[in-house]
């Protein structure tokens, strides 16, 4: 969840910090597992960057 709410909040507060094209905000998830989270704009697109642990897998049956 936290990767999607990033992606989400990314172009919000680029915009709100005048933050440039390129240049990456880092976000912390403050909860049990924690985590660091960084993001960057490139154009209208949003580029997520960071570790990442599974913690579900499956299989979709077409």
Same mark, same amino acid.
């Given at each position: 969840?936290t990767?999607?709410?990033?992606?989400?909040?990314?172009?919000?507060w680029?915009?709100?910090?005048?933050?440039?094209d =390129? +240049?990456?905000? $880092?976000? *912390?998830q403050?909860?049990?597992?924690?985590?660091?989270?960084?993001?960057?704009?490139s154009g209208?697109?949003?580029?997520l960057g =960071? +570790?990442?642990? $599974?913690? *579900?897998e499956?299989?979709l049956?077409?």
């Amino acid at each position: 969840m936290t990767g999607s709410a990033h992606c989400v909040l990314a172009p919000y507060w680029t915009a709100a910090l005048g933050t440039p094209d =390129g +240049r990456p905000l $880092t976000g *912390l998830q403050v909860s049990p597992r924690g985590g660091t989270v960084q993001v960057r704009m490139s154009g209208d697109r949003v580029e997520l960057g =960071g +570790r990442a642990r $599974t913690v *579900l897998e499956g299989l979709l049956a077409v």
